[in-house]
C-alpha cells in the first residue's frame, strides 16, 4: 500500500517568514495529493490539493508543488501569519475510490 | 450542504467495556471513511466503504473493532473490547467517489479509555 513520509515534523518561523513542508510518496500510480490543515481541538480542512497533471497550483499565500518523477510534492506558505498556526497533513491516493494514506503532521508555529 | 455528523463528541468507557460512534455522510456520498488519529499523529485509516461494501479494511483490528455501513448511508463503528490504546480521535470522512475529489472530515468523536 502507500506510504506517506512527511517533513519536518514541527516548524517554527516568524510571521512574514515563509514556511515549506515537504512530503514523499511510495506508489507512482498516486494521483491526487490533497493538504489539510488541522487547528487544536478541530476537524481536518481542506486547503489545497494538487493532481498528477499539473506541477504546480497556487492559491494566494499558499501553493503545491509536485514531482511525479521524484515522488514528492510540498507545501509552500508564503508571508505567513499567526493564524497559519496548526499541524498540517499532506496526503496521497491513486484513485477516486482508493484509499486516501496521510503523513503524520507538521506542527508549525508562526510566532508575531 | 450539511457537513460530515459524528455522535457522540467525547466519550469515556473503562477498559474491557463496548463503545459505538455513529457518521452521517455528506448526502449523496458513496465513499466513507473511517480514521482513528492518537495524538500528535495523523490519520489512520481504519476502514474504507464505497456504498455499502467494504474497499479496505486491512488496518481494522478485526478482533475487536467492526463496522458497518447498512444501506450505504450512515455508518458505525465499534470497539468491544475497548483497551487504553484505544484513546484517540476518531474521525468519520466522506467523499463523492467520483474522481479526485476532496473528503470531508466530521468533528470527530473523542474517546478515552480508563
Known amino acids: 500500500g502507500e506510504n506517506v513520509e512527511q517533513h519536518p515534523s514541527t516548524l517554527s518561523v516568524q510571521e512574514g517568514d515563509s514556511a515549506v513542508i515537504k512530503c514523499t510518496y511510495s506508489?507512482?500510480?498516486?494521483?491526487?495529493f490533497p493538504w489539510y490543515k488541522q487547528e487544536l481541538g478541530k476537524r481536518p480542512q481542506l486547503i489545497i490539493d494538487?493532481?498528477?497533471?499539473?506541477g504546480e497550483k497556487k492559491d494566494q499565500r499558499i501553493a503545491v508543488t509536485l514531482n511525479k518523477t521524484a515522488k514528492h510534492f510540498s507545501l509552500h506558505i508564503t508571508e505567513t501569519q499567526p493564524e497559519d498556526s496548526a499541524v498540517y497533513f499532506c496526503?496521497?491516493?491513486?484513485?477516486?475510490?482508493?484509499?486516501?494514506?496521510f503523513g503524520k503532521g507538521t506542527m508549525l508555529l508562526v510566532s508575531p | 450542504e450539511a457537513g460530515v455528523a459524528q455522535s457522540p463528541r467525547y466519550k469515556i468507557i473503562e477498559k474491557r467495556q463496548s463503545v459505538a460512534f455513529w457518521c452521517n455522510p455528506i448526502?449523496?456520498?458513496?465513499?466513507l471513511y473511517w480514521y482513528q488519529q492518537i495524538l500528535g499523529q495523523g490519520p489512520k485509516l481504519l476502514i474504507q466503504?464505497?456504498?455499502?461494501?467494504?474497499?479496505?479494511d486491512s488496518q481494522l483490528p478485526k478482533d475487536r473493532f467492526s463496522a458497518e455501513r447498512l444501506k450505504g448511508v450512515d455508518s458505525t463503528l465499534k470497539i468491544q473490547p475497548a483497551k487504553l490504546e484505544d484513546s484517540a480521535v476518531y474521525l468519520c470522512?466522506?467523499?463523492?467517489?467520483?474522481?479526485?475529489?476532496?473528503?470531508?472530515f466530521g468533528q470527530g468523536t473523542r474517546l478515552t479509555v480508563v
Open positions: 448526502s449523496g456520498h458513496a465513499t
Open positions: 506508489d507512482s500510480a498516486s494521483n491526487y
Open positions: 470522512a466522506s467523499s463523492s467517489g467520483r474522481g479526485l475529489t476532496e473528503a470531508f
Open positions: 496526503a496521497a491516493r491513486n484513485s477516486g475510490y482508493s484509499t486516501l494514506t
Open positions: 494538487i493532481r498528477s497533471n499539473v
Open positions: 466503504f464505497q456504498n455499502n461494501g467494504v474497499v479496505d
